[in-house]
């Protein structure tokens, strides 16, 4: 079990251009989440998935986000046309939700994209 | 929709001393209270949780408590450590079988003082 993992750590763009995260969930964890940190606050919730299906999405993903996970296991959250306002840290959790389980999420390093 | 206050923003504590971080939660439907610590340049890291059906719970040196008639729930650490120096945040969810979305609290910078 190596946890969560995000891939790329870092991320500058120039304000319109599209970019996309990747995340790689804890082995056998059906579930797996995306929030949005910026600074000095707690991650804010965007959207969810169990297993390929996206059950939840948050008011803060706009059209321009999408977010997807095919087969279950990563996941990738696309941003098209960025803005300045959306730098901040996104980060990935999952977990393993099944009838009386725990469902304890597990967050990844998280990718800090800057929008210049 | 669910609203955490978390108090205090900052908290410095002399090493040896205790340190206790309060969170307030609005929705009583609300039912499972997770603890993260957050380290520079680092995503959160779990350090204990509570149900709503436990008044308290004890891991070593960290202790949560649960207050559901005031909505309230702290964090407790005692013989605070340099390497305890991180932000902790507080959150809240409701599960329902469906998704246990968490809202955070805004964080508490903890600084420990050797």
């Known amino acids: 079990d190596t946890g969560v993992s995000q891939d790329p750590r870092h991320k500058i763009t120039k304000r319109g251009q599209n970019v996309t995260f990747r995340c790689d969930p804890i082995s056998e964890h059906n579930r797996l989440y995306w929030y949005r940190q910026t600074l000095g606050q707690g991650p804010e919730f965007l959207t969810y998935f169990q297993n390929e299906a996206q059950l939840e999405k948050s008011r803060l993903l706009s059209d321009r986000f999408s977010a997807e996970r095919p087969k279950g296991s990563f996941s990738t959250l696309e941003i098209q046309r960025t803005e300045q306002g959306d730098s901040a840290m996104y980060l990935c959790a999952s977990s393993f939700f099944a009838s009386g389980s725990t469902d304890t999420q597990y967050f990844g390093p998280g990718t800090r994209l800057t929008v210049l | 929709g669910e609203n955490v206050e978390q108090h205090p923003s900052t908290l410095s504590v002399q090493e040896g001393d205790s340190a206790v971080i309060k969170c307030t939660y609005s929705d009583s439907a609300s039912n499972y209270f997770p603890w993260y610590k957050q380290e520079l340049g680092k995503g959160p890291q779990l350090i204990i949780d509570i149900r709503s059906n436990v008044g308290e719970k004890k891991d070593q040196r960290i202790a949560v408590t649960l207050n559901k008639t005031a909505k309230h729930f702290s964090l407790h650490i005692t013989e605070t450590q340099p390497e305890d120096s991180a932000v902790y945040f507080c959150?809240?969810?409701?599960?329902?079988?469906?998704?246990?979305?968490?809202?955070f609290g805004s964080g508490t910078q903890l600084t420990v003082l050797p």
């Open positions: 959150a809240a969810s409701l599960s329902s079988g469906s998704a246990r979305q968490l809202t």
